[in-house]
C-alpha cells in the first residue's frame, strides 16, 4: 500500500520561497505536485518519472517551480520561488505506478492529504 505524507506548507510573502516535501511509502514509478486553490477545481503543478528524464510543468510555474526527490530518503519535493497570490492554494502530493506521466487527476492512484500554501501580497 502507498502511503503520501505532505510537509512544509506555510504563509509566506509574495517574492519569497518555500520547499514542500512528501514522504513515500511503497514503490511507485512517478512523482507529482497539484493544487487546489479557493474557488476552483485541483489542477496539475508538475511531475516526473522515477528515472527523472521525464519532467514537465504548468506554464504558470514554469521557471519558478522545481520538483525533485532524494531516494536516501523516500521523499520527494517541490521547491516553490518567486511565489505570487495566485500561487495560494492546497498542495497536494501524487504518485501511481504507471510509468507515463498524466495532467489529469484520474491518471493519478495516490494521494497525499494535502498542506497550505498562502501568499500575502
Known amino acids: 500500500q502507498v502511503q503520501l505524507v505532505e510537509s512544509g506548507g506555510g504563509l509566506v510573502q509574495a517574492g519569497g520561497s518555500l520547499r514542500l516535501s512528501c514522504a513515500i511509502s511503497?514503490?511507485?514509478?512517478?512523482y507529482g505536485w497539484f493544487r487546489k486553490a479557493p474557488g476552483k477545481e485541483r489542477e496539475f503543478v508538475c511531475a516526473?518519472?522515477?528515472?527523472?528524464?521525464?519532467?514537465f510543468y504548468a506554464d504558470s510555474v514554469k521557471g519558478r517551480f522545481t520538483i525533485s526527490k532524494d531516494n536516501t530518503k523516500n521523499t520527494f519535493y517541490l521547491q516553490m520561488n518567486r511565489l505570487n497570490a495566485e500561487d495560494t492554494a492546497v498542495y497536494y502530493c501524487?504518485?501511481?505506478?504507471?510509468?507515463?506521466?498524466?495532467?489529469?487527476?484520474?491518471?493519478?492512484?495516490?494521494w497525499g492529504l494535502g498542506t497550505q500554501v498562502t501568499v500575502s501580497s
Open positions: 501524487a504518485a501511481d505506478t504507471d510509468f507515463i506521466i498524466g495532467r489529469r487527476l484520474y491518471e493519478w492512484d495516490y
Open positions: 511503497g514503490r511507485i514509478s512517478r
Open positions: 516526473f518519472n522515477w528515472t527523472g528524464n521525464s519532467t
